[in-house]
């Protein structure tokens, strides 16, 4: 018999732990609205202004404005005259050939072939110093381009040795 009791009582332990699992927690409405719901009213002592439209605030001014870049010269000008510079380094008048390229470095000073032309007449002249500056200067503008930076480097060490 006590033996039986023990089975009625485990029997009633179970069967009530298994109704409450059944039973759900309450439930309680979203604190934020979701989809078409509307948010609730604002609360407005009597005698204050009505609050703007809009329920949420605004976004804050953009910041300044970008900057629109610069459009690239045309490089069809800037290849014409380095090759009236090459042509007059080949009918010897450097002079007319640095003024040249200069000019056109002026108009597109990230060339770095204009550079590298610059620093090749200035190297022709005895200008040592002056050529390895503007080789350095062709250097800031090469990038992926290391045809022209062997160029550069090869104009720095002649420019080096001739001093």
Known sequence: MVERLIDIKTLMLCATLVLAG???APSYPPSQPTGSQQPPPIYTPPGTPPPATAQYPEAPPPGPAPVPAQPRPDPSVTLALR??????AARGDTAEA???IERAIRIEPDRPE???DLASLHLEEGDAVGAEQFARKAL???R???DLEQ????????AQRER
């Open 151 to 158: 160029q550069a480097y090869l104009i720095i060490s002649r």
């Open 140 to 142: 800031l503008y090469t």
């Open 144 to 146: 992926t381009r290391h």
């Open 22 to 24: 059944c039973v759900s």
């Open 114 to 116: 204009l550079w590298i």
């Open 83 to 88: 090759e009236e510079s090459l042509s007059a």
């Open 98 to 100: 640095i003024a040249l």
